[in-house]
């Protein structure tokens, strides 16, 4: 699993990646000592996983993830135990406090990989990467109900926790599947990633406005309104003109 270490205290950097030697499973990609190189270097390198410190100077660690539009897993490093809350009020992974214990380590790493697993993971890709197409049918199932369903009805998927809610018909079941996940399997021709929360059915589009801070606002055939995030508007108009 890919992994980048964000933290601007240099030694504490040093100190995680001599801990991170006892699990071969974690490949360090790549360091970052601010919140804007940690921004530049996840959009290229596209980790799995980020080791976060929050404060840091500039931007904290909150605000950095605020900014991306697909988050990896997040782990949090600090020194400082009043954020947890809010650490796991965004999805958090894990949150280890400075000094980092080798156990606690372990326990975040062990969770990392059942994530893994659950995402349809190994340790170093997906057991199925295919692409699929708007014409390939799914297996959708919540709880006791069952769905076979076409890609071409599907108009949106929404990110709930760690699971995805999908939008067919009336129907909207979770599934137990990261967007990113989903978004490494869908075919970019149709589902678009309006922002970190949802991916829309290109076809599904009914109606689209400009919307506040130079981004769009969607309607899909559904009646749902989904915003396009000003980042992904630049990428949208690009894909949708001449």
């Known amino acids: ?30 360091e970052a000592a ?8 996840i959009e290229t390198l596209q980790p ?22 697909r988050a990896p897993h997040v782990i949090f490093t600090t020194a400082y135990d009043e954020f947890a809350l809010k650490a796991f009020e965004v999805n958090a992974l894990d949150y280890l406090l400075k000094p980092i214990e080798p156990k606690r380590l372990a326990d975040a790493v062990h969770k990392l990989k059942a994530e893994a697993f659950k995402e349809g993971k190994t340790d170093e890709e997906f057991v199925n990467n295919s692409l699929l197409t708007e ?4 297996f959708v199932k919540d709880g006791e109900r069952c769905w ?16 995805a809610k999908v939008f067919f018909g009336p129907n909207k079941p979770l599934i137990l599947k990261s967007l990113n996940a989903l978004e490494e399997r869908l075919d970019e021709k149709t589902f678009f990633r309006a922002n970190r929360k949802h991916i829309v059915n290109l076809r599904m589009i ?17 009646g749902e309104k989904i915003e396009v995030s000003r980042r992904q508007t630049v990428k949208f108009k690009e894909m949708m003109s001449f």
Do not use: C, H, W
């Open 48 to 69: 799995d996983v980020i080791f976060l410190d929050i404060q840091m100077p500039g931007k904290t660690g909150f605000d950095m993830l605020s900014e991306l539009e």
């Open 1 to 30: 699993m890919k992994a980048i270490l964000i933290d601007d205290e240099r030694l504490a950097r040093a100190e995680l990646r001599k801990l991170l030697q006892e699990f071969p499973e974690i490949q360090i990609l790549d």
């Open 34 to 41: 601010n919140a804007q190189e940690g921004i530049e270097k």
């Open 135 to 138: 014409n390939d049918q799914v």
């Open 148 to 163: 076979f369903v076409k890609l071409s009805e599907i108009r949106l998927f929404e990110s709930v926790g760690n699971y």
């Open 206 to 222: 009914d109606k689209i406005e400009s919307y506040f801070n130079g981004g769009l606002l969607l309607e899909l055939k559904g």
